[in-house]
């Protein structure tokens, strides 16, 4: 009986099976345009994003992978609205600690027709009664959407401006060799009523 109990063979090993990959909700997603600087996490696992877009020196943005909330700029200041690193973390972190979405699956880069008609669409509603001076951070917002860098973005400006001059226009600033973004108001009685008539 102790021969048989020390005499038996060993089972064939089981392969392990190979664990399938978590899909990306976030976590090491760098889109064109932007440089994530930070990640925060809600109870859920859903990513909260602190990230400046190109060109960029100081101002962040942050945006959650999870629902619907992005922010650029602090509503209550008067002055140097822009949220410096230090204050768009403390602003994910608490948005996190509140937040319970759960992980959606992340923007797909959109085809440059995509992306031209939605920097297209970013441009008209903007457009005010008033001549109003558009500024590349102004698609700040939407750069996790549209993600492109600043180069694409300009180059299709200029499109836009030769395509359609009565929308936009293109002039030299009074301070440099830069140029500045132009969207010109509507025409008299050309407005749309939004709403109930």
């Not at 809600?42 to 999870?66: I, P, S």
């Not at 700029?73 to 972190?93: C, F, P």
Request: aromatic share 8%; with cysteine.
């Amino acid at each position: 009986m102790a021969l048989t109990l020390f005499s038996r063979s060993r089972p064939a090993p089981v392969k392990q099976p190979t664990p399938e990959p978590w899909p990306e909700i976030g976590e090491t997603w760098t889109p064109e345009g932007v440089t994530v600087s930070e990640r925060y996490y809600n109870l859920a696992h859903a990513v909260v994003l602190v990230y400046k877009a190109e060109g960029a020196d100081t101002a962040h943005a942050v945006a959650c992978l999870g629902c619907h909330f992005h922010v650029t700029k602090d509503k209550q200041r008067t002055y140097s609205t822009r949220y410096t690193l230090r204050e768009a973390g403390e602003v994910a972190n608490e948005h996190a600690a509140a937040c319970r979405a759960l992980p959606r699956t992340l923007p797909t880069r959109p085809n440059d027709d995509g992306a031209r008609e939605l920097l297209h669409q970013w441009v008209r509603d903007l457009r005010r009664g008033e001549d109003f001076y558009l500024r590349i951070h102004h698609f700040d917002l939407g750069r996790l959407f549209l993600q492109r860098t600043n180069a694409w973005i300009t180059t299709e400006l200029q499109h836009l401006a030769d395509s359609q001059p009565d929308l936009l226009r293109i002039q030299r600033t009074t301070y440099g060799d830069g140029k500045q973004y132009l969207i010109l108001p509507q025409p008299k009685g050309s407005e749309t009523r939004k709403g109930c008539s």
